[in-house]
């Protein structure tokens, strides 16, 4: 078979028009008995963007199986009105796209009252006890994942696919950890491989030798008591015996300690463990490698060097829906997508940055997903693209953090004459600090993806001088927004005339102010973290303090918060709960301790990290633009500078660019 990403892929009896799959995302509209609309927007618009094969969210053959209480399952004729919605939608936005229902059972990860299980063995992610099917039970849910398939074929689906990784039933049934049965559906490795074996021969029988089967797989299930490799191998070559046409890589338990798909995993990371297994079935169906593949390059890498037959791509999607007509048009472009002699026109997407916030973190707390660098994300019905402005404007953008290069962008690519300004020699404000802390380093892409956005909008950018509200109104503008962002917010902390430690802020450290050796950090917020991230890896010694009792870190991503913490202890950061900040004095830093101990740090350096405000909300500049009779607006850090995330920051410029420049 070929190696190229845009190559046709024979899978089964389905012809796919090329290799790269967009993976199941739960997005939540699932659970809505209403959500129909709103999942069939969702998907048509990846079609038309050049998808070639989605596969859906995780759907469940019965009731036990939901995720959550009332959750989507797929169990009776009465529901397939709401999936012809979904199909139909995908079909008459791109023929050749195919769209897959995934049929996932939770078992134990089962978020209601009673999650079953092979075994009674309850899950460290969810609160329910867990209840051991009986034999009866077992066959039952064999059969009702058969009746699943065969609905999913009848409800216009190209077919479907078993989930059979990331820790659900099917995986549980699998790992010696989970399954402690001694009857047929367990006690040796084969037995344990039986019920994956029997509900992917009962799909099969169900739905024909037409519609595509794909298997999704663990190749690495990351926790205590997992399958043997050689055990994966073996289940692989009897899933494709049972009838599977593809098999979709999976990696991890929802569990597991070992990050997966967060930005500190290096890109491309399990994608020879994809080709192990494709070596393992001698090449019997397409293998499909997953995980940390968010560029063009890292797609062809991962099918260059290991051979696998695609590539299986899932948040990129919800950052990009033409993700597939742009990197094909990267591709076709003069020397590919690593030319940098390409023209400043080139098709730019929107990088996925993995950080979890909008997706998987809402997913995980009961909310619908979003994607942070997408507003549109799930709300396509809500937020359609923007059309072109019907008469340019001048327009100019005061501030080059995430808010105004956002606007400047949005601004221009609807047709708008755009300056953007900013006093800063570099663009990105706070979002490039990020970037440079360890494990956010694909931060970056986001910042890459705007500079050939402005240029490509032909946006005339100012950087390195600060503009007065005489240099502004001197543009000319029809419109000005003001995305002057956020500044350290001062906690008002005594320093005393003879402090030894130097005081510092964290913007101070990101412009290169000498830290020493031994440091305390005032704040374990996200910036705190952060921060002692960075400074573990240079001084000697890191305290991290906050007020609040709880944990550090406690208020981070639901899915990456761990990964934060379990950095800072690796750092050797000693962090301090529950305090009450004192001074900074000739000794060092002071404060009570949550014991009401009176405590001094030695240290060198004490950086302020406690929180932001906005930077001149209305001040001067606003004023003096208003008495200009200018239409100036705030907007992002620093309209709000409480809460302020990128997120929200990059929402704040698509409505204003919204209501008031796209009509």
Known sequence: MSSDLFAPLQ?????????????????????????????????????????????????SPNAAGALTSGGA????????????????????ANPETRIVLQLLHAGRYAAHGEPVGPSAV?????????????????????EDFGRAAALAIEAGYDGVEVMGSE?????????????????????SAEARRRFALEVVRRVRASIGPEPLLSYRISLADLVPGAQETHDIHALARGVVEAGADLLMSGIGWHESRVPTIATCVPRGQFAPLAADLAAAIDGAVPVIASNRLHTLADAERAIAATGVEGVMLARPFLADARLVQKWRAQADAPGGPRDES?????????????????????IFTGRPAGCVVNPRAGRELQLPIMPRAAQAQRILVVGAGPAGLETACLAAEVGHEVTLVDSSAEIGGQLAWAARIPGKEDYSLLLDSWRERLARGRVNVRLGRRFTAEDIAGVGADRVALAIGVRPRD???????????????YADVFAGAPVGGRVAIVGGGGIGVDVAQLLAERADEVHLLQRSAHKIGSRLGATTGWI??????????????????????????????????????????VVLCAGQEAA??????????????IGAEVIGGARKAEGLDLERAIRDADAWVRTTLAA
Do not use: K
């Open 564 to 605: 934060h913490r379990a950095a800072l202890r690796r750092g050797g950061v000693i962090g301090h709960t529950g305090v009450t900040y004192g001074a900074v004095g000739a000794d060092g830093f002071s404060f009570t301790d949550r014991d009401g101990a009176e405590q001094v740090l030695d240290v060198d350096t």
């Open 491 to 505: 906690p008002q902390i005594p320093v005393h005339p003879d402090a030894g430690p130097d005081v510092i802020t």
């Open 73 to 92: 399952r797929l169990d009776s004729a009465d529901q397939l009105a709401q999936h012809r919605t979904v199909t139909d939608a995908v079909h008459a």
């Open 11 to 59: 899978a089964g009896r389905t012809r796919l028009p090329h290799r790269i799959v967009m993976g199941s995302m739960h997005l939540g509209f699932e659970d809505d008995p209403r959500g129909a609309p709103a999942l069939a927007a969702f998907y048509a618009e990846r079609a038309a963007g050049g998808a070639g094969l989605i596969v859906t969210g995780g759907i």
């Open 167 to 187: 820790g659900y039933l099917i995986n549980q049934f699998l790992a010696p950890a989970t399954n402690r049965r001694d009857d047929a559906w367990g006690g």
């Open 122 to 142: 309850d899950s460290p992610i969810s609160p329910a006890p867990v209840r051991a099917l009986t034999a009866a039970e077992v066959e039952q849910t064999i």
């Open 616 to 629: 001149d909300p209305v001040g001067a500049l606003g004023e003096a633009i208003g008495a200009e009779a």
């Open 342 to 362: 390409a023209p400043a026109d080139s098709p730019v997407v929107t990088p996925c940055i993995s950080c979890n916030q909008a997706c998987l973190d809402r």
